[in-house]
């Protein structure tokens, strides 16, 4: 069997590694999305590992958002405007003199609009706003998730050998 705290540590470092990425493409805003992101060990049968899991959307900040066909449910709306009010203070001003709607809600109305109609720089582009690639695509590359292998195995053949070693030592007395 491997060394179970060998695989936390593992997936609590590949989870903070993910998080520390997000942050450095400045991919937050209300923390939720961060705050959910978890891991657990698996196991199958004989096979151990590990998962990293965090909510539905965090696609959207591998490849971006797409455009859609239609406005959606408005729930797309609803994140918007959480988000711009979260960020009050950045946009003062719109130009708008007189509105139904409130600063924020313009504001989110329009990003909503573009999102709907164009899709995400992220999606767009490849990558965000400061040139830097999506954060999952940054972490979990080949090389890394090979050097864990590698790791996680050659420990796992340390602790076999040791424990031939005794018995060979106690076969031997």
């Not at 004989?46 to 729930?75: C, N, W």
């Not at 409130?102 to 573009?114: G, H, P, S």
């Not at 999952?136 to 864990?148: G, K, L, M, N, Y």
């Amino acid at each position: 069997m491997l060394d179970e705290q060998l695989l936390q540590d593992q997936a609590d470092l590949l989870m903070h590694e993910l998080i520390d990425a997000m942050l450095d493409n400045n991919q937050r805003a209300t923390g939720r999305t961060i705050a959910a992101i978890r891991n657990e060990l698996t196991r199958d049968g004989m096979r151990q590992g590990f998962a990293i899991y965090g909510p539905h959307h965090v696609g959207a900040l591998e490849y971006g958002r797409k455009p859609t066909s239609q406005s959606g449910d408005g729930s797309l709306y609803q994140k918007i405007l959480e988000w711009v009010r979260v960020k009050a203070g950045v946009i003062r001003d719109d130009g708008v003199k007189q509105s139904k709607y409130t600063l924020d809600e313009r504001i989110a109305k329009r990003i909503t609009y573009f999102i709907h109609t164009s899709g995400t720089y992220l999606y767009r582009k490849g990558e965000t706003y400061n040139g830097k690639k999506n954060p999952i695509s940054r972490v979990f590359t080949d090389e890394r998730i090979e050097a864990i292998a590698q790791e996680v195995g050659s420990d796992a053949a340390r602790r076999v050998s040791s424990e031939l070693l005794n018995e060979f030592k106690t076969l031997s007395q």
